[in-house]
């Protein structure tokens, strides 16, 4: 079995205290790698390296030469696509089809803000002077980022890009449950010309690595994706350093179907919702709300479909759904199963599958409750696994009190065939990601993040690369004169 190194200041290393911890083939609940359990001390190395690269070079890097980086690194996961995908499936469960899309995406990431590196400028600005007046934009400096465990790799390069492509270093902590693809790539750092120190990868728990790269002084900024908890926790650790804050929290999305809705599409539409990724993911439409006059017929359509989805493991292309990342999080998910068989009907699902060959790996099945009450926990909390929460409403109003009646505002998805309902529903949604007839795509092109307590700050486009920017205003005097004001 393969013990990994991190990657700090250029070297691979082990943790300080030479302590290791095991990373799980959830499918299978066997050990599939151990990595170092990094905490301060190896926070603070890092940290350090990031700064110094940071100040002796990174920061005079042309965005020409960074963006060559940033093309070299997506040509790189285009190389190693295979090893990747089958590393993301073994690692963090999901259908091998839906990995290789998410390291194609990757790629494109990367290509995206290699693009971009070259376009990011300033302004001139039109002050009632004879000055020149400039708005420069520089990158922030060193950038803390602490990776979630339902896009490993993906959710890696929605941070790292945009990162270089503004000019700053990164010291970046994946999920403790899913660090492989990371490291893999990261040995590739090197050829693809970063330099040393301006990526250090450090692997480790919340609490004792997580934590100490919020409260580093040298750290300037963090980007967080992850639970509100968390978040939340991070936010007030920041405050101490003062240090910008990106977060991108949970959610419990609405996918909102009106009876004028294309029938077959809203089925697989509310389907595809909740149960792509296992249902491991933030913008989830965990909240199906159904107009009556479909309500029970679309039930028992997705009913129907959602009895067919085939568990199993990631790698068997049969496969439409995989286990949960982890033990503790199958059992997170289980408990929400029980509470909504108290809280609500189950339609389908509500448990483990029986087969034999799935006792071992962290399965649960797609669940679908209905009549729920949207004041029900399973409609409030954020579950994040295989279930839906099918709640039925009236007319447009009750749709939009209902959709909006939520702590979280990541996205919302709107079906109808009448164009006018679905851009009055667009405008009052209160979420920062809204979909018309469909569920679910994202685009690197395409500002991602949440209104209310689903996070601050936006990822992805121009606005991924402003998070790591700051502008500074810059006065040029013309005129070759004092002041004359003594
Ligand atoms: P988490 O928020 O604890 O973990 C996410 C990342 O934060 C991991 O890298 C973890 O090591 C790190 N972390 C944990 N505690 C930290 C701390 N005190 N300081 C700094 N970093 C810390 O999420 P967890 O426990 O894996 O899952 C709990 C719930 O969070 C899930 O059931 C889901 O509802 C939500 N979640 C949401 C995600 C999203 O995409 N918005 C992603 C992952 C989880
Ligand atoms: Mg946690």
Sequence with gaps: MKTYQMLVDGAWVAAESGK??????????????????????????AARAARRAFDEGWRDVTAQERGRILFRLAEQVRKD???????ETLNSGKP???????????????????????????????????????????????????????????????????????????????????????????RSFETCGVPKGVVNVITGFGEAAGAPLVAHPAVDKIAFTGSVEVGKR??????????????????????????????????????????????????????????RPIYRKMLDAMVEKAKRIKLGSGMDPATKMGPLVSKEHMERVMRYQEIGRKEAKVASGGGRPREAELQKGYFVEPTIFYDVDNSATIAREEIFGPVMSVIP??????????????????????????????????????????????????YVEAPWGGYKMSGIGRELGPWGAEEYLQVKQVHINLNEAPIGWY
């Design 96 to 186: 091998l089809m839906e990995s290789e899309y998410d390291i194609n995406d990757v790629a494109t990431c990367f290509e995206y803000y290699g693009g971009l590196a070259t376009k990011l400028h300033g302004e001139v600005l039109n002050v009632p002077d004879n000055a020149l007046s400039l708005a420069l934009r520089e990158p922030l400096g060193v950038a803390g980022q602490i990776i979630p465990w339902n896009y490993p790799l993906l959710m890696a390069a929605w941070k790292i890009a945009p990162a270089l492509c503004a000019g700053c270093t990164v010291v970046i902590k994946p999920a403790e449950q899913t660090p492989l693809t990371l490291l893999e790539l990261a």
């Design 234 to 291: 991070i936010m007030r650790s920041a405050a101490d350093t003062l240090k910008k804050v990106s977060l991108e929290l949970g959610g419990k999305s609405p996918n909102i179907f009106f009876a004028d809705a294309d029938f077959e599409s809203a089925v697989d539409g509310a389907l595809f919702g909740v149960f792509v990724n296992q249902g491991e993911v933030c913008s989830a439409g965990s909240r199906v709300l159904i107009q």
């Design 81 to 87: 696509a295979k090893a990747l995908a089958e590393l």
């Design 20 to 45: 290791t911890f095991a990373v799980m083939n959830p499918a299978t609940g066997e050990v599939m790698a151990r990595v170092p359990e990094a905490a301060a001390a190896d926070v603070d190395k």
């Design 393 to 442: 409403f009236d007319d447009e109003k009750d749709a939009l009190r209902i959709a909006n009646d939520t702590p979280f505002g990541l996205a919302a998805a709107v079906w109808s065939r009448d164009i006018f309902k679905c851009f009055r529903m667009v405008k009052r949604l209160q979420a920062g990601i809204v979909w018309v007839n469909h569920m679910q795509p994202t």
